[in-house]
């Protein structure tokens, strides 16, 4: 029989994070929460992305307990906002070191285990600020455009050992982090009625949209996906929908 499958979440402690953790649970998989936030649950580990050292102990000791590591998600981020002008160096730097050497950190001191196991995959979460301008994004767009080609070069350096990569692209998503931006704006319920208004299919999108693609793109049998950028945006990144009925004039 068969041992469990192993993954890790990165960033599993709320958001989209939480959404993946709990979709790949039920999915049957052993999810360990690497977070700054512990939740008071089995699997969940205090990890800061940004310690390489602290990333090398936690993904060490989870492939031990648990007997391997065959999925790694790599969801943990931090936002920013402005154009460039707005942020500094020190910023620049910080976010870079979160959302993208985040990544690097993680899958690289996972890659022993994900190399021994049958069925390896590795989902980045970039954004739809990868492959659309957006206002007061420069920083955060340039470390999604960063995750979209790390994911292609890593899909190509590690699917002669078995591992496939592929990364998610979500559109404005109802998340905490999304809401502390719309409570910080002048006015919030006009704020939420333009992101929603972007967005083709007229929401902000659901966490659990965006876990059922990762449940997708880490099962076996989609076992000849790799290399692929999957947009989970209601149609933001590709579709350019008249005014809808009502809305003209």
């Not at 959404?19 to 990890?47: M, Q």
């Not at 905490?176 to 319920?189: E, G, H, I, T, Y």
Request: charged share 20%; net charge negative; hydrophobic share 45%.
């Amino acid at each position: 029989m068969s041992r469990q499958r192993i993954a890790i979440v990165t960033g599993g402690a709320s958001g989209i994070g939480a959404a993946i953790t709990s979709r790949l649970r039920e999915d049957g998989l052993r999810v360990f929460v690497f977070d700054r936030t512990v939740l008071n649950e089995a699997d969940s580990v205090a990890v800061d992305i940004a310690d390489d050292a602290a990333v090398r102990a936690a993904v060490s000791e989870a492939a031990e307990v648990a007997g391997g590591i065959d999925v790694v998600v790599n969801n943990a981020g931090i936002g920013a906002q402005g154009t460039i002008e707005d942020n500094s160096d020190e910023e620049w730097h910080r976010v870079f070191d979160v959302n993208v050497l985040g990544a690097v950190r993680v899958t690289r001191a996972a890659l022993p285990w994900l190399r021994a196991s049958d069925s390896a995959t590795v989902v980045n979460i970039s954004s739809i600020a990868a492959t659309t301008g957006l206002p007061q994004r420069a920083l955060y767009g340039a470390t999604k455009g960063a995750i979209a080609s790390l994911t292609l070069q890593m899909a190509a350096d590690h699917l002669p050992e078995g591992i496939r990569v592929n990364s998610v692209n979500p559109g404005t998503a109802d998340t905490p982090w999304v809401q502390r931006l719309l409570d910080a704006a002048d006015d919030p319920v006009a704020e939420r009625a333009a992101l929603e208004g972007r967005q083709p299919h007229g929401r902000l999108v659901r966490a659990d949209e965006i876990a059922a693609v990762v449940s997708f793109l880490v099962d076996p049998r989609a076992g000849s996906v790799t290399g692929a950028s999957v947009p989970v945006d209601g149609g933001m990144a590709s579709l350019r929908l008249r005014p809808r009925a009502g809305r003209e004039g």
